[in-house]
């Protein structure tokens, strides 16, 4: 009877651990899909020059006009939900890891839960009827952000600051994806060889495409300050598009959107390898 007893309570106290981490796989598969309908938007884009957004307003715009919208949207939300909270488990816990209980992890995996948060926040909203996040969002946003920080004052250097710490955050998002330090988080040791594979060609280059785009943001950010300019600040779907004005021209603009395709199935691929 004790043993029993003493078996059911640690079936219990384990409970929530197991939320969390189910919550982070259902998160990263959310996560998964919405950078698919991205890259395969910016694909369009690229191949077409149409007037699609590929940015997660017209990704939700996409997925509301398919038959179980509505279902895939709550599930959507529901699955970025779940990864806030496993963020936030991370920020007053610590991740996993010999150094997850750093001070400037807990600090890291505060910022994201803060993100993902307002990312299942606006998901559900759109799910729930509310189209304010709707198509060519993240441009809109960018750009009344950026007004708002204007007026402050010392707005300028506000913008600016922000702008450099969001072409820090691309570099550093491509760096890592270029040292494979993905892998440090992944059962390595238990994956096959086509699975390490896999995961290499679609973090390396969805990590670089991830990390280019959050530049060609953070840049435009320095454009509008320098220019104090609101109008001059890019959300994603003006990035992206941005890359087809380079002397690549298109191509580039391609080749960012294959990568950003791939960093959706990398996702999926840490929803099922990585260690939560």
């Avoid at 029993?4 to 969390?20: K, N």
């Avoid at 899909?33 to 017209?58: E, F, K, N, P, W």
């Avoid at 010392?154 to 994806?177: N, S, Y």
């Avoid at 890359?243 to 960012?256: E, K, N």
Wanted: hydrophobic letters at 50%; one cysteine or more; glycine letters at 16%.
């Amino acid at each position: 009877m004790t043993t029993t007893r003493a078996h059911v309570a640690g079936t219990r106290s384990a409970a929530p651990g197991e939320a969390v981490r189910a919550g982070a796989r259902a998160g990263f598969a959310a996560r998964g899909l919405l950078y698919l309908l991205i890259g395969a938007l910016a694909v369009r884009i690229g191949l077409t020059g149409s007037g699609d957004q590929a940015d997660r307003g017209g990704a939700l715009a996409q997925i509301a006009a398919t038959p179980f919208g509505a279902v895939l949207l709550w599930t959507l939300g529901v699955g970025l939900a779940g990864m806030a909270l496993w963020r936030l488990s991370e920020a007053v816990f610590g991740a996993a890891g010999p150094k997850g209980d750093k001070a400037h992890k807990r600090a890291l995996s505060a910022v994201r839960c803060v993100f993902y948060a307002g990312s299942a926040f606006l998901v559900l909203s759109f799910a729930a009827g509310e189209r304010g996040s709707g198509e060519g969002s993240t441009d809109r946003q960018s750009r009344d952000v950026t007004s708002r920080l204007l007026d402050l004052p010392g707005g300028r250097w506000w913008v600016g600051a922000v702008a450099v710490g969001v072409v820090a955050a691309g570099l550093w998002i491509a760096g890592r994806a270029v040292l494979r330090k993905y892998r440090d988080r992944l059962t390595w040791g238990r994956m096959n060889a086509h699975q390490r594979r896999f995961m290499d060609v679609t973090g390396v280059a969805g990590g670089v495409g991830r990390g280019l785009v959050l530049g060609a943001v953070g840049v435009s950010g320095v454009r509008a300050a320098a220019a104090f300019d609101p109008s001059e600040a890019k959300g994603m779907d003006d990035a992206i598009r941005s890359f087809a004005q380079t002397p690549a021209g298109p191509w580039l603009l391609l080749a960012v959107a294959v990568a950003l395709v791939l960093f959706g199935l990398f996702s999926f691929g840490q929803a099922k390898w990585r260690e939560v």
